[in-house]
């Protein structure tokens, strides 16, 4: 065998060769995708995160304003706004103000809006909660609202990740702390 006969049948040995490591790779299904994909932030920047959570609130408080306590089917609005102890408490709330028959005259508002922090699910807050227009009226005409309270209240709220107009609700509605005051 001479070697240029040599030399084209390694040749063409190696082409053969080559040839059906392609075809074996072209047969390797794709990999499977990943069961816990990565989540994203949910806001391009804390700005933005702050800007939802201030509308998740207010929101929230419009909600919170026009329930009727005689009427638990107008509690739904405020419950969409909640999860977790938040939405607790506020079932906890109003069952209590339905039951106990009161009527709520005047609204409930916040200002000194401060942002805290925010991380891929949450973004927290503290603000103050301004009930010094709002009474709580019994059946026999008079206030269920304890002497001494106070009218204004800080509150530290946390949003976290929901499928709402704001993209958020509010998990938990707590006294500020740190000496944060209003």
């Excluded at 995160?49 to 509308?55: G, I, L, P, T």
């Excluded at 609202?145 to 107009?165: E, H, N, W, Y």
Aim: contains cysteine; proline residues 5%; glycine residues 4%.
């Amino acid at each position: 065998m001479t070697l240029a006969a040599s030399t084209v049948r390694a040749l063409g040995a190696l082409s053969a060769g080559l040839l059906t490591l392609g075809m074996l790779s072209a047969c390797t299904p794709a990999p499977e995708p990943d069961p816990n994909p990565t989540k994203t932030a949910l806001f391009t920047s804390d700005e933005e995160a702050f800007k939802a959570a201030e509308e998740t609130y207010r929101a929230y408080m419009d909600a919170v304003n026009k329930a009727d306590y005689a009427d638990p089917a107008t509690f739904e609005a405020v419950y969409a706004w909640n999860t977790g102890t938040a939405l607790s408490s506020e079932k906890k709330a109003l069952t209590l103000y339905h039951a106990e028959n009161l009527t709520r005259v005047g609204d409930v508002t916040f200002d000194k809006f401060s942002p805290l922090s925010t991380s891929d699910n949450d973004v927290v807050v503290q603000l103050c909660l301004d009930a010094s227009n709002v009474d709580l009226i019994r059946a026999d005409g008079q206030s269920a609202v304890p002497d001494g309270r106070i009218p204004r209240a800080a509150r530290k709220v946390t949003f976290t990740r929901a499928a709402t107009s704001t993209q958020l609700r509010i998990a938990s509605n707590h006294e500020a702390e740190d000496g944060f005051s209003c």
